[in-house]
């Protein structure tokens, strides 16, 4: 089991940034951001491949930017032009195979504790 511990999370106000991180225990092949707001679905937001390949969700295409450290096994996530709509408790996720489907939660082994961000209007 890869253990995962996000950092990063925090209050904003609308149009700002912030930067998620997450360290994991050891490599992995996929790992993901997911964000999940009270009384909604957890939804895939961006997807890092070890060979350097990512994935984003529609709806923060141009927003997000997602990279990893292979050596150091970690991923960030660079948020900017943030929106109150992008207010959720956000997770690292991790997968050890490939999926035709890398937003799915249920493709992923793995999670962290979750870090809340918040932003304001």
């Known amino acids: 089991q890869v253990r995962l511990v996000e950092s990063g999370g925090g209050s904003v106000q609308a149009g700002g940034s912030l930067r998620l991180s997450c360290a994991a225990s050891e490599y992995t092949y996929r790992m993901a951001w997911f964000r999940q707001a009270p009384g909604k679905e957890r939804e895939g937001v961006a997807v890092?491949?070890?060979?350097?390949?990512?994935y984003y969700a529609d709806s923060v295409k141009g927003r997000f930017t997602i990279s990893r450290d292979n050596a150091k096994n970690t991923v960030s996530l660079q948020m900017n032009s943030l929106k109150p709509e992008d207010t959720a408790m956000y997770y690292c996720?991790?997968?050890?195979?490939?999926?035709?489907?890398?937003?799915?939660?249920?493709?992923?082994?793995?999670w962290g504790q979750g870090t809340q961000v918040t932003v304001s209007s």
């Open positions: 996720a991790a997968a050890t195979s490939y999926s035709l489907a890398p937003l799915r939660p249920q493709t992923y082994n793995d």
């Open positions: 890092s491949y070890s060979g350097g390949g990512t």
